[in-house]
């Protein structure tokens, strides 16, 4: 049982440059979240979606696209990117309902040069 | 002003100590409160998860919800190297918004 899987872990990026984050989830949870971590900040919410062919924008949404076409699935598009988008980007999911426990991937870290 | 504010440490401490970690909230609709343990360089694990007020045990694990004062702790007794990681505060109300606000997290190190 795998739980959350994020591909790439890690990227590289020149300023300007496209690229899409994958995050499989083998739990057939409906809710998933994506989440930046930056020093200082904390975990902020970047798009979520409750379930397959929804999504919806959280507390830092500009700049990043999403979808969710498989309920497995939930990916995270830059397309353009820029160096303040140079984070680590954590995936997680969860159960159907107001609380559950949140299960998180081990991170993708991206570099925004 | 954060809905969330922790302290970001670094806390360090010897093995043994009892350590304190708190997270002061101003959401009075926040109904549920977790603690997750991030070890360097992976996701965020789920800890504590208490609804409402009160205390919850769980073997060297406390923790305590005092809605009054909008505060939350978790209480870490003998606590070893391997407790060593960020400790990140979680809430979340029951209005259906389906998300859950985080703390910035409190590093700590516990010495041996």
């Known amino acids: 049982n795998a739980g959350v899987t994020q591909t790439p872990k890690f990227r590289v990026l020149k300023t300007g440059q496209s690229m899409t984050l994958l995050c499989a989830q083998d739990?057939?949870?409906?809710?998933m979240y994506w989440y930046r971590q930056d020093p200082g900040m904390g975990l902020r919410l970047i798009h979520y979606?409750?379930?397959?062919?929804?999504?919806a924008k959280g507390e830092v949404p500009d700049g990043y696209n999403v979808s969710r076409l498989k309920k497995q699935n939930f990916l995270l598009g830059l397309e353009s990117a820029a160096p303040s988008q140079t984070s680590v980007y954590f995936c997680?999911?969860?159960?159907?309902?107001?609380?559950?426990?949140?299960?998180f991937g081990e991170g993708s870290r991206l570099t925004v040069l | 002003q954060k809905e969330v504010e922790q302290d970001p440490g670094p806390l360090s401490v010897p093995e043994g100590a009892i350590v304190s970690l708190n997270c002061t909230y101003s959401?009075?609709?926040?109904?549920?409160f977790m603690w997750y343990r991030q070890y360097s360089r992976k996701g965020p694990e789920l800890l504590m998860y208490?609804?409402?007020?009160g205390n919850k045990e769980d073997g060297r694990f406390t923790a305590q919800v005092d809605k009054s004062s909008k505060y939350i702790s978790l209480f870490i007794r003998d606590s070893q190297p391997s407790d060593s990681a960020t400790y990140l505060c979680?809430?979340?109300?029951?209005?259906?918004?389906?998300?859950?606000?985080f703390g910035t997290g409190t590093r700590l190190k516990v010495l041996a």
């Open positions: 739990m057939n949870h409906e809710y």
């Open positions: 208490t609804y409402s007020s």
């Open positions: 959401n009075s609709a926040f109904q549920y």
């Open positions: 979680a809430m979340g109300s029951p209005s259906g918004t389906y998300k859950y606000i």
């Open positions: 979606s409750v379930g397959e062919g929804t999504t």
């Open positions: 997680a999911s969860r159960i159907t309902g107001t609380t559950g426990e949140l299960f």
